[in-house]
């Protein structure tokens, strides 16, 4: 029996083991794949503190894990299929059969890239359409490549790709970027960096070498065009990790979890921490502090009901 499982080994979640296990909570921490989460993925992370001259997403994830585990925190691989509730214990099943007892648990899945849905996107999906500059970006040197969307992600990872690619289109469905200032100035000086505004894609297409073009309409004046490049990064938000929980803790619209400023959701003892949860900001900074108020609640909980 756990006092404490964690879902999901993002930022949130491995704070949240952090505090757990050094309130001496019996704490397991479940992730699908590695540690990290999306910030395994990225790059350069220049905007958390205490990294002044910024840091690589995989070595912080690597550190953030290895300051957990230091007092305690296990961790598992494997993927949550369901989670039952019986007199105030609750039981986590996982896809191998593999079942666990906990007091508490903590979710913090994080959230999937968003896909278009267009043609072409499975199909070429390895073959040139990617989700991750970091992991795919180096196959593309001196290559034309599209960015789809105007956010952070697809700004910071635009910039990114220009290391390799001789030129990045940035295909925004507005005439303005989401993403931060800082980022917006970078990439109208980058010379690499197209802005094509306005803009959706509507098909991709390509050959058995992998992508070839990409057909994209003007929303303002209805016009087709086709861009031919070898590579389609995809970087139009996120859909948040809820599926598996099955009507188990309430959920906006959207599909977030709705929590209380103690990060607790409509299910007494379980919580929520990071970007799975219904904010206004989603950053590792402020995943981290999420991690931390969850750790401490759940700390709370057990406290007052076991
Ligand atoms: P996001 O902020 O939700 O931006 C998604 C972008 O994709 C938007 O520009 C959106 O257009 C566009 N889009 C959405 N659906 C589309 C579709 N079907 N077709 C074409 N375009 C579409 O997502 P994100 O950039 O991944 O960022 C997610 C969160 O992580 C944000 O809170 C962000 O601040 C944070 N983040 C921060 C950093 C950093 O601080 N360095 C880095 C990465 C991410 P509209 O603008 O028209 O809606």
Not at 204 to 233: C, M, P, W, Y
Request: a negative charge.
């Amino acid at each position: 029996m756990y006092d404490t499982i964690i879902i999901g080994g993002g930022p949130a979640g491995l704070t949240a083991g952090l505090y757990t296990s050094r309130a001496r909570l019996k704490s397991l921490l479940i992730e699908k794949g590695f540690p990290g989460g999306q910030v395994m993925t990225t790059e350069w992370v220049e905007n958390y503190p205490g990294f002044d001259e910024g840091v690589s997403g995989a070595e912080l994830s690597r550190k953030m894990e290895k300051q957990a585990t230091r007092f305690g925190l296990e961790i598992t691989q494997g993927s949550v299929i369901d989670i039952s509730i019986d007199d105030n214990i609750k039981k986590i099943t996982l896809e191998d059969n593999n079942e666990y007892e906990t007091k508490t648990i903590i979710l913090a899945t994080g959230s999937n890239p968003r896909l278009l849905k267009i043609e072409g996107e499975d199909t070429y999906r390895g073959r040139g359409v990617s989700y991750c500059a970091t992991c795919d970006g180096a196959f593309f040197k001196d290559e034309q490549l599209a960015v789809i969307g105007g956010g952070d992600s697809a700004v910071e990872e635009g910039l990114f790709l220009t290391r390799f690619a001789e030129t990045v289109y940035i295909i925004h469905r507005r005439d303005r970027l989401r993403a931060t200032k800082i980022l917006q100035e970078r990439a109208f000086a980058n010379p690499k960096i197209k802005l094509v505004w306005d803009s959706v894609p509507e098909k991709i297409a390509g050959d058995d070498s992998g992508v070839q073009s990409l057909h994209i309409k003007n929303v303002k004046t209805g016009e087709q065009s086709r861009l031919d490049i070898r590579g389609v990064f995809i970087y139009a938000g996120y859909n948040p990790n809820t599926g598996f929980l099955k009507g188990l803790v309430s959920l906006n619209e959207n599909n977030y979890i709705i929590t209380g400023e103690n990060m607790s959701t409509s299910t007494p003892g379980i919580f929520a921490a990071g970007d799975v949860r219904e904010k206004s900001l989603k950053q590792i900074a402020t995943a981290v502090g999420d991690g931390a108020t969850a750790g401490v609640a759940a700390e709370k909980y057990i406290e007052e009901n076991f």
